[in-house]
């Protein structure tokens, strides 16, 4: 089962916020197709699937220590992308088969920049690596029915990232995702339209791109500026998931409150929770102000509510 992913709105990977409650509040103010935060190779080769029926949902368990890594359900089924994070095209076989039957796609994460990714050769680390990008990607291809994809940044020329782009494509991925920056920029420097533009010419799978939607009229102007099939939002998400809404943006304070209603329908972890409003709060206003306080005090969803 092919996802379309031409002219969609997409949630973009987000470590500790692209949980299942994050994903359906987006969702319901209109993303197409939500990706769930990376999840190491290592990490979900240590889990199980189990069936929740008290909520309805399938998660993955970690074995020993029983945290939920990973939640889903089949309301969701057809349009959330599971990323992993992998440096090994056996494991990351291994890790995606115990959820290619749960997920719409399944993403191998090519642009994270931070340390604990990079370190263990995983993420933007891959960037360097085309062979192991190639067999990586062949891999989930040859043994897997479920749609494959990944997402990567600009490499340090534009014809360095379009060589890489057209690698990636002989693979058979149903499309490919690039963040407009650099392993080195920080999200202060602009994103790189022109560049993602380069890379949508240059192939013909669908091309999202990635980098500086903040309202709903951006998806529409990266669009026009770099011919992309569909556009993925990251932080514009985190601080107002209803920038997906095309009746335009709710007030935050709204939004908030539906993240807290909809993290405890789904019994969401309480650190995660915590972490994702404080992303939003910090964005607005204040952790020093009572509400943040009393937010970094809480210590059950009862007293974030």
């Known amino acids: ?28 103010y209109g993303a197409h197709i939500t990706y769930g935060e990376e999840i190491i190779d290592h990490k979900i080769l240590k889990c199980e699937r189990r069936v929740n029926d008290v909520l309805g949902t399938i998660d993955l368990v970690e074995k020993g220590t029983e945290s939920i890594v990973f939640r889903t359900c089949p309301e969701e089924k057809n349009r959330v992308v599971f990323q992993i994070g992998t440096s090994d095209p056996v494991r990351a076989l291994r890790a995606a088969q115990t959820v290619c039957t749960d997920v719409a796609a399944v993403d191998i994460n090519m642009g994270c920049p931070k340390a604990f990714s990079i370190s263990g050769g995983m993420g933007a680390a891959l960037l360097s690596k085309p062979d192991l990008i190639h067999d990586i990607l062949t891999t989930l291809k040859r043994n897997l029915d ?3 994809t990944c997402k990567i940044r600009l490499l340090k020329s534009p014809q360095d990232t379009v060589e ?34 380069d890379v949508v010419a240059a192939v013909s799978i669908p091309v999202i791109a990635n980098g500086d939607v903040f309202e709903y009229e951006d998806f529409e102007r990266i669009k026009v500026v770099t011919g992309a099939s569909s556009v993925m939002v990251a932080r514009g998400a985190l601080w107002n998931a209803s920038i997906f809404s095309p009746k335009g943006k709710l007030p935050w304070e709204d939004v908030k409150r539906e993240f807290v209603r909809k993290s405890i329908f789904w019994d969401n972890d309480v650190k995660t929770t915590k972490y994702t409003l404080k992303e939003m709060i910090v964005h607005y206003s204040s952790l020093e102000l009572p509400e943040g306080k009393a937010i970094n005090k809480s210590e059950t969803l009862a007293d974030l509510a």
Request: aromatic share 6%; no cysteine.
């Open 164 to 197: 890489l782009a057209r690698r990636i494509e002989k693979t058979g991925v149903s499309a490919l995702a690039v963040h407009g920056r650099k392993v080195a920029d920080r999200p202060r420097d602009p994103a790189k339209w022109n560049e993602i533009a």
């Open 146 to 148: 479920t749609p494959i």
């Open 1 to 28: 089962m092919e996802i379309d992913y031409w002219n969609k709105l997409l949630l973009a990977p987000m470590v500790r916020v692209g949980t299942m409650p994050f994903r359906m509040l987006a969702a319901e």
